[in-house]
């Protein structure tokens, strides 16, 4: 009886992993991965014009464009750089809004970054841990973090006009 216990227990458990939905973090063939049926997900190499977000275009060399994407970032409040390799940078953004939710934890969403080496474009995909009924949030925030970046390219341009 105990033993039958234990295999119950046990085979409980395997289920509920089972459940939770493993990331899919990184490039892969020279994507990201696809948003598929995540809500609020939404990405610059989605299909689906509900989840397509424009990726941030850039005319400086790789590394400057990626030097400009981490100084954005890095003054982004709530934002962690998780991840940052040559050409991927992936982060984690917490929403603050839980405050009139004492003890309730943050929303986190996992934002990753594609320099593309073959065009000059930085791919963006954004995907919610808990999934929301729309992209709106998401997008939104792309859209903020893409229109900081063109402005600091544009005044990195501006004091580098050689370039």
Known sequence: MQRALIY?????ALAACASVRQPHFGVREGALAPCAQIQGCVSSQAADPE????PMRYDVTRQEAKAI???VLNDTHGLTVVSN???YV???LREESMDDF???SAVIDDVEF???PTSRVIHLRAEPRLSRPDAETNRARLEALNQRFEALHERYH???PLR
């Open 8 to 12: 119950l227990a046990i085979s409980v």
């Open 69 to 71: 994407l981490l100084t």
């Open 102 to 104: 004492p003890g309730a």
């Open 85 to 87: 390799h040559r050409n």
């Open 114 to 116: 594609y320099l593309d």
């Open 90 to 92: 992936r982060v984690e």
């Open 158 to 160: 501006r004091q580098n």
């Open 51 to 54: 989840q397509r977000v424009e």
